[in-house]
Structures are given as C-alpha cells and as structure tokens.
C-alpha cells in the first residue's frame, strides 16, 4: 500500500469514528468533507451541509446506535470501510460497505451499500469473519 493510501486510510477511519462513534457530525463534517461533497446514497442530498443534516438525524432519532470499524480497504485515492452497524446493542445490526473518494486530504465523495444481518443463513461463514454478529 502507498504512502497516500495509508494516508487516506487513516482520515477516513478518523473521520468516521469522530462522526459516529464521538457524535461529533459538524466538527467532523467541516474538518475531513469538501463542501460540494458528492453523496450517492439514494437517501441523502448533496453537499456536506445536507450530509451533517442527515446524519444528525439519524443519530438522534437511534441514540443507541453503535458503530464498528471491522476492516479497512486503501488504494490509490479510495477508501472502503467494511462496519457492523447496529441500532441497540443487542441487534444483529447491519452490515454497511461504506467507500469514500479522497483528494488532497478532503473527503469528496461517498457510496455505501446496506445489508441486514440475517438471523439465519445458509453459508457457514459469518459476516464479518470474526463471529461478532452471531
């Protein structure tokens, strides 16, 4: 992995647990994101200050949401957070794939993908490789 990736890797994982984990959404929102942040999630508008709205949201309408960083995913100027997300702690929660763009130190543009835990699932496998969900 580049020095860059390396880089990227460490502000996106910083920036993520200072909005989630801390419940710090403006400080982090205005420290790692562009202004004219591009959002793909379907649910969300553009641009960072419509992102903090969001999310602010999110979190005070679920104050026992938690969120873990379960593995993370460098190159070049894109990050992948692989996070087992759940509303009360005893949940089985979600899965998100969460993928930012990152230029010249700024967070610019972000694309996720949600999936339940299932109960219940034909594969052997976990989903997060560590047992965390079962």
């Keep these: 992995m580049s020095d860059q990736s390396e880089i990227n890797k460490l502000l996106v994982c ?12 403006r400080l982090g929102f205005e420290r790692y994101v562009a202004v004219d942040y591009i ?10 200050e419509s992102a903090i709205d969001f ?9 026992k949401r938690t969120v873990k960083i379960v593995r993370t995913i460098a190159e070049d100027d894109l990050v992948a957070l ?8 005893e949940d089985l929660g979600d899965a998100h794939a969460d993928f ?3 230029e010249n ?4 543009e972000h694309w996720d993908v949600i999936q339940p835990v299932p109960q219940h699932g ?13």
């Design 14 to 25: 910083e920036f993520y647990n200072l909005v989630f984990n801390e419940r710090k959404v």
């Design 55 to 63: 999310i602010e949201r999110i979190l005070k309408n679920v104050p």
């Design 105 to 108: 130190g700024i967070i610019v």
């Design 122 to 134: 034909s594969a052997q496998n976990v989903m997060f490789s560590d047992g965390i969900d079962r």
């Design 82 to 89: 692989h996070i087992h997300v759940r509303e009360e702690p």
């Design 100 to 102: 930012f763009r990152v």
């Design 39 to 48: 959002q793909h999630n379907p649910m969300a508008a553009q641009g960072r």
